[in-house]
């Protein structure tokens, strides 16, 4: 991919691949760094959500970092939503459900929940949003990144709304709008 | 089934099956009704759970009617736990996550959690547990067991410790301990 022009970039159990030339914080990927590139980014599981999704009508990507421009999409949109949470590991984790949460919680006098799992989300996020990232510093992915020393990338990922920008997927690309 | 001397019970999307002797109200299933009895059951979602589970070492069925034996039944157990929720029409709910909490909770100092689902649960339950039943009247599954009025049964199952018994797998027949 570099041969190609692309800024390549990943990372495999949190932790940057060999060769690549950026990881997973977002501090690298900030202002003139990346402006006007293209990147090839693999993770552990983000990538594999997105792919997994492709049979959508539309795919968004969301996080607190961008929550009210996520919102503001949906809810103008007229179709289903189903919030896809990456996890760690392929495994469930909190941060994922309490942005699941969010999104219910922003949404909820216009959605009809289709099970309980949003519900579960939308109390999650609520008993935690006060001090999102004390709430989370006893779950098992926080103490994991805490061991890799990315707790700063956390907190960062935890502030609402730090862009204003909706990544949408168009092909094999993430285009921001 | 009946020609082999069974009680055919069983529900199908919350409603008793036509030709079957028994529903799924737990008040069907009380006393004399069933003692000594051998009871072909089929549910919409509990029965699959069991059948999928079968690769277990062990398969135990639990419900806040019989938290503590579960609880210590898994005390003594060195195996990994799996809390299996059977959910409603394959979908999540909240009554089922409960449960699953209130075990983690139960077990909070002699388990260490896989991901972060356990602690979704743990935190849901201590949320719920002084008034489950409040809690869950705003739950999808709850509201559709309300259009079938049977809110008795629900409030019921969420009482702890009716029973001190413990249900068993061995082979297809679930063993009362």
Same mark, same amino acid.
């Given at each position: !991919?570099?041969?190609?022009? &692309?800024?390549? #970039? ?18 690298? %990927? !900030? ?10 980014? *693999?993770? *552990? ?17 969301? #996080?607190?970092?961008?929550? *009210? ?6 809810? !103008? ?21 309490? &942005? ?30 006060? +001090? !999102?990232?004390?709430?989370? #510093? ?14 700063? +990338?956390?907190?960062?990922?935890? *502030?609402?709304?730090? %862009? ?5 997927? #168009? ?7």
């Amino acid at each position: !991919m570099k041969d190609k022009g &692309f800024i390549t #970039s990943g990372e495999r159990n949190g932790e940057k691949v060999t060769g690549f030339d950026k990881g997973n914080s977002p501090f690298e %990927y !900030m202002g003139d760094q990346v402006k006007n590139q293209k990147i090839a980014f *693999t993770t *552990t599981n983000g990538t594999q959500a997105i792919e997994k999704s492709k049979g959508a009508k539309k795919v968004i990507i969301g #996080s607190f970092l961008n929550v *009210t421009a996520v919102t503001r999409y949906l809810l !103008m949109s007229e179709s289903n939503i189903l919030v896809v949470c990456a996890g760690w590991k392929g495994k469930v984790n909190l941060e994922d459900t309490l &942005f699941a949460g969010a999104i219910v919680e922003n949404l909820r006098n216009h959605i009809e929940p289709d099970c309980d799992a949003p519900l579960a989300a939308q109390h999650l996020y609520n008993l935690a949003k006060n +001090d !999102m990232v004390k709430f989370l #510093s006893n779950s098992s992915h926080v103490k994991r990144l805490n061991r890799l020393n990315i707790h700063k +990338d956390i907190e960062f990922c935890l *502030t609402p709304d730090q %862009y204003p920008i909706l990544p949408i997927l #168009s092909g094999d690309i993430l285009v921001a709008r």
